[in-house]
């Protein structure tokens, strides 16, 4: 059967919506595994890792807090400006948490490593990463995440909420872009 584009001719479906609902739980187990019972503090990078959270705290069950960053470095094109900005700051400190990073994916590595840093001098009790996707190709910092869904190929990648210009991030699957 051809999986759904949405009737959109520049998208072509590389991760279907039941790989990533599997991969995504188990991830939580891992995460569990790892961190144990105890409470997490979730921190979603917002916009694009706004599905996979609402799917992964959901999946982690257990006692789990939610708490957003806003983080601009794409400036709606498909090339990184390697300029990390806050544009909105976490709600609550999270000094002696255990907390849980949670990126879309890992490009440049650029986000993730300032994140890190940013995140990391307010004292969280532990700070682990995950991330949906990586795409190891286009690094520019050294920089990995402790868990990740899946490796993709360098190419630029919507869906489950990356877009393309404020575009696709409703599509229920991750689809290469083709312009
Ligand atoms: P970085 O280059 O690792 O700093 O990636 C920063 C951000 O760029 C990610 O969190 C995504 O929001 C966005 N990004 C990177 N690659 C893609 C892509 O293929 N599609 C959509 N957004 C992307």
Redo the contacts with the bound molecule.
């Keep these: 059967m051809t999986p759904p584009n949405h009737g959109d001719a520049h998208i072509r479906v590389l991760i279907s919506e039941e790989r990533i609902q599997a991969r995504v739980a188990e991830l939580a187990r891992e995460i569990r595994e790892q961190i144990g019972d105890g409470p997490i503090t979730c921190i979603g990078?917002l916009k694009?890792s706004f599905i996979f959270m609402a799917d992964l705290v959901r999946a982690l069950g257990g006692p789990v807090r939610c708490e957003f960053l806003g983080?601009s470095?794409?400036h709606g094109g498909?090339r990184?400006t390697g300029v990390?900005r806050i544009t909105e700051d976490l709600r609550h400190p999270i000094e002696g948490h255990h907390c849980l990073l949670v990126?879309?994916?890992?490009?440049?590595?650029?986000?993730?490593d300032y994140l890190k840093h940013f995140l990391g001098a307010r004292k969280p009790a532990s700070l682990q990463t995950v991330a949906l996707l990586d795409?190891p190709g286009?690094r520019e910092v050294e920089v990995i995440a402790d868990f990740a869904g899946f490796t993709i190929p360098d190419?630029?990648?919507?869906g489950y909420g990356?877009?393309?210009g404020e575009l696709y991030r409703n599509l229920p699957f991750i689809a290469v872009y083709s312009p």
């Design positions: 990078v694009g983080v470095s794409y498909t990184s990390v990126e879309d994916i890992v490009d440049t590595g650029l986000t993730l795409k286009h190419e630029f990648v919507v990356l877009d393309l």
